[in-house]
């Protein structure tokens, strides 16, 4: 139950009767765009829908732990959920836009790399914290046992909480979460640069490199604030925390999955109507 009274939100099930609004709502985007910008708009936002996704399901794997986890209650870094997957997803953006000119394929790796390596570093030094700073060892309240290490937790459990630490199931999820989400904010970055690149010359008269600042600007601009939107979609979804792989809420994804699409194909297409009207 929330403060207010109203159900707690959440949950596994997808609701039939919104996926469907938000399927038609995904399709009338892809009409709009293709009657406007023609095929290549459409592909462009067809990559943005699949970065919108790939963000919303990575996000999951980002083991979340709040306020409780600062204080030792529960596993996970703590902050919340919509914060860290931004801190990832934008480090791995920023490293694909400046891998840009190297290529696409080179780009979504640096992206996805990036994102992966800043999760990597930010679970290392959270768990030095945890374990050397709070004198705490890694517990997981979902599950008794790691199922990468084999680690059971039962033992290191404090009485009163709900686990606490990094256990390496958690880490794990945490690089991947960070992967994903860094390879979905690059190719929308990318897909919108393309469009931008293509678009702008033409519209203003000029040759690329005169509008090229202009490009790389609104790509960035437009694929930051996409990614926040759908961290703070699936951030809903989670609702709180989350450890991981391994914890029962990571059963929510296609929930936000379907609602991270529906709103890159939304925004996706005023991103391409702002040049191709």
């Not at 570093?121 to 004198?135: D, Q, S, W």
């Not at 437009?222 to 914890?247: R, S, W």
Request: net charge negative; with cysteine; proline share 5%.
């Amino acid at each position: 139950m929330s403060a207010l009274g109203g159900a707690a939100a959440g949950g596994e099930g997808i609701n039939p009767t919104a996926s469907v609004i938000g399927i038609v709502v995904l399709l009338i985007a892809l009409g709009i765009t293709f009657f406007i910008a023609s095929t290549g708009g459409t592909i462009a936002l067809i990559g943005i829908i699949i970065g919108g996704a790939l963000i919303g399901f990575g996000v999951h794997f980002v083991p979340v732990g709040g306020a409780p986890a600062a204080m030792g209650q529960a596993p996970g870094i703590a902050t919340g959920v919509a914060m860290l997957a931004a801190g990832a997803g934008l480090a791995g953006l920023f490293g694909g836009a400046w891998a840009a000119e190297l290529g696409f394929a080179v780009a979504l790796g640096a992206g996805a790399v990036g994102g992966g390596l800043m999760m990597a570093i930010t679970c290392l030094m959270v768990n030095v914290i945890y374990v050397f700073g709070m004198g705490i060892p890694s517990a997981s309240g979902k599950v008794d046992k790691d199922p990468i290490t084999g680690d059971t937790f039962p033992q290191y459990k404090s009485q009163g909480t709900e686990g606490h630490g990094l256990p390496f199931i958690s880490y794990v999820g945490g690089v991947i979460g960070g992967t994903l989400g860094g390879l979905g904010g690059t190719l929308i970055y990318l897909e919108l640069l393309g469009v931008y690149e293509a678009a702008l010359p033409i519209l203003y008269n000029v040759p690329l490199e005169e509008v090229l600042p202009v490009a790389v600007s609104l790509a960035g601009i437009f694929a930051v604030g996409m990614f926040l939107i759908n961290a703070v979609l699936t951030a809903y979804n989670i609702t709180g925390t989350i450890e991981g792989p391994h914890d029962p809420k990571f059963k929510r994804f296609p929930r936000a999955v379907i609602a991270a699409a529906v709103a890159s194909g939304v925004c996706g297409m005023v991103a391409i109507m702002v040049v191709a009207l």
